[in-house]
T-cell receptor, first 114, second 112 residues
């Protein structure tokens, strides 16, 4: 079985500042890792994914994440946030070799203010 | 290409009733997964259907069931509704190579 821990439930940040949302996972097998964003009353939108290869993954909207196998982490970063980045962010893991069965973290609320 | 479509968007049901939710995946996607999202439990996997067969199942009671049709559309059914079933139910379809899941906007179910 696998699990995901998102260490921060809320992250307040000023516009144009950098941000890091932390994610740690636990699994006894190789995993796929994902970050999703959810805006109010919406579904989930895929930001980026790590399946294999380069450990630095670039996604949409200027986000990137780095897979660290030794620390079992997959932290999400953005060098300069915008008001429109205010949303809930979910880290997820899959050990089935596909994205069809995901285990999610509890989410991090990113609040960007002026 | 049209995205994942879930209907209806909102539902209000009474305890003890049953409900059926519908999900139309992206064209060409054969895998459909269902998730329940609540403030207390977060996002939890319900089940996955692939080519009309349940391929994976989460840890939910038998009141939660699903099916998939030959056109890959899927339905989820909850019988004997309880107040705790109030949630946002999300459907996701996965790309053929399996590396991406695309979510619908969800169905907000309120049980009163």
């Amino acid at each position: 079985a696998q699990s995901v821990t998102q260490l921060d439930s809320q992250v307040p940040v000023f516009e144009e500042a950098p941000v890091e949302l932390r994610c740690n996972y636990s699994s006894s097998v190789s995993v796929y890792l994902f970050w999703y964003v959810q805006y109010p009353n919406q579904g989930l939108q895929l930001l980026l994914k790590y399946l294999s290869g380069s450990t630095l993954v670039k996604g949409i909207n200027g986000f990137e994440a780095e897979f660290n196998k030794s620390q079992t982490s997959f932290h999400l970063r953005k060098p300069s946030v915008h008001i429109s980045d205010t949303a809930e962010y979910f880290c997820a893991v899959s050990s089935t070799g596909t994205a069809s069965k995901l285990t999610f973290g509890t989410g991090t609320r990113l609040q960007v203010t002026l | 290409k049209a995205g994942v479509t879930q209907t209806p968007r909102y539902l209000i049901k009474t305890r003890g009733q049953q409900v059926t939710l519908s999900c139309s995946p992206i064209s060409g996607h054969r895998s459909v997964s269902w998730y329940q999202q609540t403030p207390g439990q977060g996002l939890q996997f319900l089940f996955e259907y692939f080519s009309e067969t349940q391929r994976n199942k989460g840890n939910f009671p038998g009141r939660f069931s699903g099916r998939q049709f030959s056109n890959s559309r899927s339905e989820m059914n909850v019988s004997t509704l309880e107040l705790g079933d109030s949630a946002l139910y999300l459907c996701a379809s996965s790309s053929p190579e399996g590396g991406k899941a695309f979510f619908g906007q969800g169905t907000r179910l309120t049980v009163v």
